[in-house]
C-alpha cells in the first residue's frame, strides 16, 4: 500500500513538472493579435496554352505557335514576354474509348502560363490580348503583395503593443512593475483577396465609356500577427 502511495505520488510530481515546464518566476505571459493592411503590388494573371493534333509532332508545333501569338500579345500590350512564366508541361494521348481497342486518336499538349505584371494600367490590355487567342483558355487574375516583409513587420509591431499593453494591465492589478520581455513566439498569416478574371472580348470604349473598375483601386491585403509574450514583473 506505501509502496502505491509512494509511486502515485511521484507520478503526479512528475505531471506537475510537466505542466509547468518552461514557467518563468514573477513573469506574465500574454497573447495578442495584430494586423496591418496594404495595397497589393503585383497582378497575377494565368491561363493555359492548350493544342490537340493527331500526332504529338503536330501537337507540339501547336502549342509552339501558339506560344509565339502568346508573346506577340504581350509586347502589344506593352508587356515583356519574359515575365511569363511557363509551368506544367503536359503531353498525353487522347483515346477514343468507344472503340473496344482503345486507340489513340489525338494527342493534347498544355502549359500553364503565369504573367505577373507590377503596373495595374496594363492589366485589361494584356487580358483582351490573350481573350483573342483561341487556344488560351482558363484565364483567371489575382491580386499579390510581393513586398510582404515590411507588412510583416508592422503586424508584429502592432501584436507586440497590444501583448505589452495587456501585460501592463495585468502588472497593475497586481500591485507590480512591468519589466523587460523575457520571451515570445510570433507567427503570422497573409490573407489573399482573389479576383476572378474571365475570358474578355475587346471593348470599344470610346462607345462604351469608362470601364467598370475605372477609378476603384485594388483589394487591400491583410497580414495577420499572433503573439505570445512573456514579461518579467518587478
Known amino acids: 500500500m506505501k509502496l502505491a502511495i509512494a509511486l502515485l505520488f511521484m507520478i503526479s510530481l512528475a505531471a506537475f513538472a510537466q505542466e509547468n515546464r518552461g514557467f518563468l518566476p514573477n513573469s506574465v505571459s500574454v497573447g495578442a493579435d495584430g494586423d496591418f493592411e496594404s495595397a497589393p503590388d503585383t497582378a497575377v494573371i494565368t491561363c493555359m496554352i492548350s493544342a490537340q493534333e493527331n500526332t504529338s509532332q503536330a501537337a507540339f508545333e501547336s502549342a509552339s505557335r501558339l506560344a509565339e501569338q502568346l508573346r506577340q500579345a504581350l509586347r502589344n500590350a506593352g508587356v515583356d514576354p519574359a515575365t ?3 509551368s506544367r508541361y503536359s503531353l498525353y494521348p487522347v483515346f477514343d ?5 482503345q486507340k489513340a486518336i489525338a494527342y493534347r499538349v498544355g502549359t500553364s502560363v503565369t504573367i505577373k505584371l507590377k503596373d495595374f494600367a496594363k492589366i485589361a490590355p494584356v487580358t483582351e490580348s490573350l481573350a483573342t487567342l483561341n487556344g488560351i483558355t482558363g484565364q483567371n487574375m489575382t491580386y499579390d503583395l510581393e513586398a510582404i516583409d515590411a507588412a510583416k513587420q508592422k503586424a508584429i509591431g502592432k501584436a507586440y503593443e497590444r501583448a505589452r499593453m495587456y501585460a501592463e494591465t495585468l502588472a497593475k492589478v497586481s500591485g507590480k512593475q512591468l519589466g523587460g520581455l523575457l ?3 510570433v507567427d503570422t498569416q497573409l490573407i489573399m483577396p482573389a479576383m476572378a478574371y474571365a475570358r474578355t472580348m475587346a471593348i470599344d470604349t470610346a462607345v462604351a465609356g469608362k470601364a467598370p473598375t475605372e477609378d476603384f ?11 505570445n509574450g512573456v514579461f518579467g514583473l518587478q
Open 217 to 227: 483601386g485594388a483589394s487591400k491585403i491583410k497580414v495577420t500577427a499572433h503573439i
Open 84 to 86: 511569363a512564366e511557363l
Open 183 to 185: 520571451s515570445a513566439a
Open 97 to 101: 474509348y468507344k472503340n473496344p481497342k
